[in-house]
């Protein structure tokens, strides 16, 4: 159900809708730092969030009509379109970037026969020390880390307290970081 628009939202449209360029700034005083606000959180691009900022008011200008005072407020019409010319601009930036990358960025040289013995090396170290815990300490840091759990599920898992969870995980840390250095891994 859409909300209304107040009515200095309404009588503002009018003016603008009228030709008069001292309530656009009035809408402009009003609402330029959270177009500016939004669109600056979405680019994080100060120079953009301020381009984007005029684009939105010059289409405001431009077309007073596009906005409809029936169906919502003016703070939320012009934040929508804010936030979808930013959301736009991020993309663009997204596919010209992989664009100006193309493939190469996906690309992969071949391993070096001596860094895939020395991964494998490492990751049998790691295996190692991980299986030399104790039961509680490797189901604990098992689940976190190869299963992708948080504290809380580790802890559901376990059946134990989500701070036990929390302790033993740190406590596997600590004691697989001191085994893995005595290898120099």
Known sequence: MPVEAPYDDRLLHQRVVGGDES?????????????????????????????????????????????????????AWLATIAHR??????????????????????????ARLEDTVLAADEADRVRRAVTSLPEALRQAVELAYFGGRTYRQVGEELGVPEGTAKSRIRQALRRLADALAEEEV
């Open 23 to 75: 309530a656009l700034g009035e809408v402009y005083d009003r609402l330029s730092s959270l177009i500016f606000g939004l669109s600056l959180r979405v680019t994080r691009d100060r120079v953009i969030a301020e381009d984007i900022t005029q684009e939105v008011f010059l289409v405001f200008w431009e077309r007073p009509l596009a906005y409809d005072p029936d169906r919502g407020t003016l703070r």
């Open 85 to 110: 010319r930013a959301v736009d601009h991020v993309r663009a930036e997204e596919r010209r970037r992989v664009s100006v990358l193309g493939p190469r960025l996906f690309e992969r040289e071949p």
